[in-house]
C-alpha cells in the first residue's frame, strides 16, 4: 500500500477536526475515505463496506459490552443529578469552611469525591461554592479554575466509570489492529503514571492553594476584586432551594447509592478474583454492569420511598441520561472503525517509514503526540474526539518508542483541551455554574494550564529518554515535574509573579 495512501484517513480526520471541529464528520469522513480506498473507489462497494466491514463488526464482542457500560453509568449518574441528591451531598462538603485556604482544600477534596461526572462535578459544586468564596473575598475566577481543574482530570483517571471504560475500548482495539493482545485494564494500569497532565493538574491545583498563587490575568481581576472594581452578574444558572426532604435526605441518598456501588463492585470483583485468579477486561466489565444497575435500582427505590422522585420520574431521568451518552456512543463506534480501516491500510507502517527517513528521534515522539493532542484538542474542545483520533495513531507509530507512553500522551494531550479550550464544555460549564464572564475564566485559568502543558511536554521527554536507558519506575517522570511545579509555585508566590502583595 502506497504510504501516503495509508496515511491519509488518519491525516483526513485530523485536518477535519482543526478545521471544522466537528468530530463525528471527521471520523465518518476518514472511514469512507477509507474502505474507498481499499475498495477501489467503487462507491457501491464503499458504501456497503463502511457497515458490513466496519460500523457492524463494532457492535459485537467487548465492544458491545463497552457501549452497554457506558450507557448504564451514564443513566445512573443522571439520576443522581437530575434528582438534585448531588447537590446536597455536595453541599454538606462544603460545611464547616472558615479560611480561603480551607475553602480551597475542601473544593479540591469534593472534586475528587465527585469522580464519576465532569459535567456534574462543575454545576454542582459552582452554585454551592460561590456565596463561600464572596463571603471569603475570593474571585470567582479562583472558584472557575479549581471546579475546571477537578472535573475532566480526575474523571480521566479513574477505570470505573465512563471515562475509564472508553479509554480502555480505544487501547484494546488499537492494540489488536496492530496484532498485539492486550486487555483494556492492563493497559489502563500501565498508563496511569503517564497520564502527566491529568495528575500535573490535581497536584498543581493542591499547591496554588497552599502556597496562594495569583498568576497572569488571575492576579489582577482578584486585585480588581478587593478594590470593588470587579463585580459579578447573578448567574443565569442560580439552582433553586433545595426541598425538606433533598436537605435532609439528600445526600445520605448519594452516600447510599456510592456504597451501594462500591460493595457490589469489591464483591464482584472478589468473587472473580478467587474464581479465576484475576481480572480481566471482560470480568471488570460485568462487574461494572452489575454494580451501576445495583446502585440505580436501590436509587431508585430509596428515592421513592421518600418521597423526593415516584418511579416514573427515576426511570425517565435514567433513560434520559442513557440518550445523553448517544453522541459519544458515535464518537466510540467511529473510533473502533478507524482503527480497522488504519490496521488494512498497514497506516502505522507507512508513519514509522516516513518518522525514519526524516530520523525524527523516538525520545521526542511521545512528547509530539502530547502537542498534536494538545493542539487537536484545544480547537475542537473535545477530549473524548481527541482520544478517539490519536491513541490509535499513537498506537501505531510507537514501533520503536515506549507505547504506553505515548498513549499517556495522547490522552494527556486530550485533557488539555479539555481543560483550557474556550469551547470546551467543562470550560463553559465551569464559568457558567459559577457566575463568571467565560472569556473571563478562559484567560484567568490559562496560564496555570499553559504552566502545567510544559512540564508535561518535558516529562514525556524524560519518560521517554529513562525508558530507553532501560526499566525505570513508572512514577518517577510524573514525579520529578511535581517537585518542579511545587518549587516554582513556592517561589512564585514569594515574588511579584504570584503574591497579591508585592
Known amino acids: 500500500m502506497d504510504s501516503l495512501l495509508a496515511i491519509a484517513p488518519s491525516a483526513l480526520a485530523l485536518i477535519l477536526a482543526f478545521t471544522t471541529r466537528r468530530v463525528i464528520l471527521s471520523l465518518l469522513s476518514a472511514v469512507v475515505l477509507g474502505y474507498a480506498i481499499l475498495m477501489n ?48 451531598f455536595s453541599g454538606l462538603l462544603g460545611t464547616h469552611v472558615t479560611s480561603p485556604l480551607k475553602i480551597k482544600l475542601s473544593m479540591l477534596f469534593s472534586g475528587l469525591v465527585i469522580f464519576f461526572t465532569d459535567s456534574g462535578n462543575s454545576l454542582i459544586l459552582g452554585p454551592v461554592y460561590r456565596p463561600v468564596y464572596d463571603k471569603l473575598k475570593i474571585c470567582r475566577e479562583k472558584l472557575a ?11 480521566v483517571l479513574i477505570p470505573i466509570i465512563s471515562w475509564g471504560a472508553y479509554t480502555m475500548g480505544l487501547m484494546e482495539s488499537s492494540f489488536a489492529a496492530e496484532g498485539i493482545v492486550k486487555d483494556g485494564f492492563t493497559a489502563f494500569r500501565e498508563v496511569w503514571f503517564y497520564m502527566i497532565y491529568p495528575l500535573l493538574t490535581l497536584i498543581g491545583v493542591a499547591f496554588v492553594a497552599i502556597f496562594n498563587v495569583w498568576l497572569g490575568r488571575m492576579k489582577q481581576v482578584q486585585q480588581r476584586f478587593l478594590a470593588g472594581t470587579h463585580t459579578y452578574e447573578d448567574s443565569q444558572t442560580t439552582l433553586p432551594e433545595l426541598s425538606p426532604a433533598l436537605k435532609q435526605h439528600g445526600a445520605k441518598i448519594v452516600a447510599v447509592a456510592l456504597g451501594t456501588l462500591f460493595v457490589s463492585m469489591i464483591s464482584l470483583f472478589t468473587y472473580f478474583v478467587l474464581q479465576q485468579g484475576m481480572l480481566t477486561g471482560p470480568v471488570i466489565r460485568i462487574s461494572l454492569a452489575l454494580s451501576y444497575t445495583t446502585a440505580t435500582i436501590a436509587t431508585i427505590v430509596i ?16 433513560f434520559n441520561g442513557m440518550g445523553r451518552i448517544m453522541p459519544i456512543l458515535c464518537i466510540l463506534i467511529l473510533a473502533w472503525t478507524l482503527s480497522d480501516v488504519m490496521a488494512e491500510l498497514e497506516t502505522g507502517a507507512a508513519i514509522a517509514r516516513l518518522l525514519n527517513a526524516v530520523n525524527f528521534p ?20 473535545s477530549s473524548w474526539g481527541t482520544f478517539a483520533l490519536v491513541i490509535p495513531v499513537a498506537v501505531a507509530v510507537a514501533l520503536d518508542a515506549p507505547v504506553i507512553v505515548c498513549i499517556g500522551a495522547a490522552i494527556s494531550g ?28 478562559v484567560e484567568t485559568q490559562f496560564p496555570y494550564a499553559i504552566f502545567t502543558a510544559v512540564l508535561t511536554f518535558f516529562g514525556f521527554m524524560l519518560a521517554s529518554l529513562l525508558l530507553q536507558a532501560g526499566e525505570s519506575p513508572a512514577w518517577i517522570p510524573v514525579t520529578v515535574m511535581a517537585v518542579i511545579a511545587g518549587v516554582a509555585y513556592y517561589f512564585a508566590s514569594r515574588s511579584k509573579l504570584g503574591n497579591l502583595n508585592l
Open 145 to 155: 479554575y479549581i471546579v475546571d481543574s477537578t472535573s475532566s482530570p480526575v474523571c
Open 414 to 441: 486530550g485533557l488539555f483541551g479539555d481543560h483550557a479550550s474556550p469551547i470546551s464544555d467543562t470550560t463553559v460549564l465551569s464559568s457558567m455554574s459559577c457566575g463568571v464572564n467565560h472569556m473571563s475564566h
Open 303 to 318: 428515592l421513592h420511598r421518600l418521597q423526593i422522585f415516584d418511579f416514573n420520574s427515576s426511570s425517565k431521568a435514567f
Open 41 to 88: 473507489y467503487h462507491p457501491l462497494d464503499t458504501a456497503v463496506a463502511v457497515f458490513n466491514q466496519g460500523i457492524f463488526q463494532q457492535l459485537e464482542g467487548s465492544n458491545a459490552q463497552i457501549i452497554i457500560v457506558i450507557t448504564i453509568i451514564s443513566g445512573f449518574i443522571y439520576l443522581l443529578e437530575s434528582s438534585n441528591t448531588m447537590r446536597a
Open 362 to 381: 523516538v525520545w521526542m515522539l511521545a512528547s509530539m503526540i502530547f502537542v498534536i493532542g494538545a493542539a487537536l484538542s484545544l480547537a475542537t474542545g
